[in-house]
């Protein structure tokens, strides 16, 4: 990419009430705009201090001699900088006024407004952190949980693009191997080696499927489980999200048809982002808004990652629960059996046959009991088993994943290849092809118009 070496600026905080504000600056004429508007306490030439040292002082219009604010001014120099150029960061006043003033001050002298996410867009194309790394931050800005948080802040301190530059490594001495053997054919020994080389693409497929398995529960864990609690009325769902979420989010009634519209809420299971969903029952009516309450259930039942299916172990299973089992096919659902502090009356060895080997989980929103259970088996259903919430290299980024499937598709094509007998020639292009697309995550090979996508999400100032 083109690199441009003007100077920036932008506010990095929050633009409104707060203790403090911070207005970022970066590059090569960092230093001299500074020294034109502030005014240390002790006297200095602010553009030959230290490195990483704050000093205390007033930002000052130097035209009208007007104070703007009493800050502090800290002095990063290049190349250990957030950029890897000349950082100046005003701590002033919280507020839009203040901080406002300050930039304009700053653009005034030199700098101009930075766009959004170009500090950190400079990070990357100054060679500080890689794309991976740069994605992070936003994954950190955004993240919904501390385990969110965590692997976003793995994946920024390197974890993800060391694990990509091993598998390029990889990718890089497979095609070494093909192109000795085109430049040194040896007859005798090329079965042999076409067999090493068929391991090789093997063992990089395999690391590479590992990585799209672990990206559903990464995406989990970044977005969240969109959770939709459904049933017929009156079996307690709105009296079940109440329970999960520790307050009266639902209003509860013993009428059927209370819940009218669809009521979201989030909340934490073990770091996992849980989106619930109350729904309104599901069941025919004449009723025109229950009927659009009962359509929108239906909808979000569509969409959901998984079900909660509630039923009332204190009646007997109706055409109602059955018309709701048919329409639940291919969905995870787990089987909340809610009620059980009172007498059971439904049918529970015709309940498992409709099961199967699915989840059943007895619970009682009245007394509390079962949910902690509910909880373990939602946990254990986002893992699958395939992967723990403890891995290193988990994949929480949808891009990532694209990339991945499509550098799946080429080492597929290298295996099919090297069975079928084809040439060395012909099998270097697919392996070219998915050292190329992991390059697209780390941003060797990527594209301007992806790298500008995803600095365009962030905001102004980061």
């Known amino acids: 990419m083109e690199m441009e070496f003007d100077t920036i600026a932008a506010i990095s905080t929050f633009p409104g009430e707060a203790g403090i504000g911070i207005v970022r600056i970066s590059g090569d004429e960092a230093l001299e705009i500074i020294s034109k508007i502030f005014r240390p306490f002790r006297k200095k030439d602010i553009k030959s201090v230290k490195s990483h040292t704050i000093h205390y002082g007033h930002i000052v219009d130097p035209e009208t001699g007007e104070v703007y604010d009493e800050v502090l001014v800290t002095v990063m120099r290049k190349p250990n900088t957030y950029t890897r150029e000349d950082v100046v960061e005003i701590n002033c006043h919280g507020g839009i006024v203040v901080s406002s003033k300050i930039l304009e001050l700053v653009l005034k002298h030199g700098a101009r407004l930075a766009e959004p996410g170009e500090f950190t867009k400079r990070a990357f194309l100054n060679g500080r952190i890689d794309l991976s790394q740069a994605e992070a931050v936003i994954d950190i800005i955004t993240s919904k949980t501390m385990l969110a948080n965590r692997y976003a802040q793995k994946q920024l301190a390197g974890v993800l693009g060391q694990k990509m530059k091993d598998l390029k490594n990889k990718i890089m001495e497979l095609l070494s191997h093909l ?3 085109i430049d040194f054919p040896e007859e005798d020994v090329e079965e042999l080696e076409r067999e090493e080389i068929k391991r090789r693409a093997k063992d990089i497929l395999n690391d590479i499927e590992y990585l799209i398995a672990s990206s559903e529960s990464g995406r989990i864990i970044r977005e969240g489980l969109k959770t939709a609690i459904i049933g017929k009325p009156n079996v307690g769902k709105s009296s079940l ?3 999960l979420l520790k307050q009266n989010r639902a209003i509860v009634t013993d009428i059927p048809g209370t819940t009218r519209d669809v009521i979201e809420e989030y909340m934490n299971i073990k770091g996992i982002p849980i ?4 729904t309104a029952g599901i069941r025919h009516t004449d009723e025109l808004v229950e009927k659009i309450g009962v359509e929108k259930s239906k909808e979000v039942l569509a969409e959901a990652d998984l079900i909660l299916f509630v039923l009332d172990a204190s009646r007997d299973l109706t055409k109602e629960d059955y018309e709701i089992f048919d329409i639940l096919s291919g969905k995870n659902i787990i089987f909340v ?7 059971k ?3 529970e060895e015709e309940l498992k046959k409709l099961v199967g080997n699915g989840i059943i989980v007895e619970v009682s929103t009245v007394e509390r009991t079962g949910l902690d259970k509910l909880e373990s088996e939602i946990y254990n259903l986002v893992f699958k088993g395939k992967v723990s919430a403890t891995e290193e290299e988990i994949i929480t980024n949808a891009r990532h994943r694209e990339v991945l499937i499509n550098a799946k598709k080429h080492m597929e094509s290298v295996i099919e290849a090297i069975e079928k007998g084809y040439s060395e020639d012909l099998i270097t ?8 697309e992991i390059g697209k995550i780390t941003g060797e090979t990527a594209t301007e118009d992806v790298i500008n996508q995803i600095f365009e999400r962030f905001c102004v100032g980061k």
């Not at 989106?275 to 109350?278: C, S, V």
């Not at 059996?337 to 007498?343: C, F, G, M, Q, S």
């Open 345 to 347: 009356k439904i049918d």
């Open 179 to 181: 192109l000795a053997l």
């Open 429 to 436: 292009i697919d392996v070219n092809g998915a050292l190329n």
């Open 337 to 343: 059996l809610n009620k059980v502090d009172l007498p």
């Open 241 to 243: 999200l109440n329970a």
């Open 275 to 278: 989106k619930l969903i109350d």
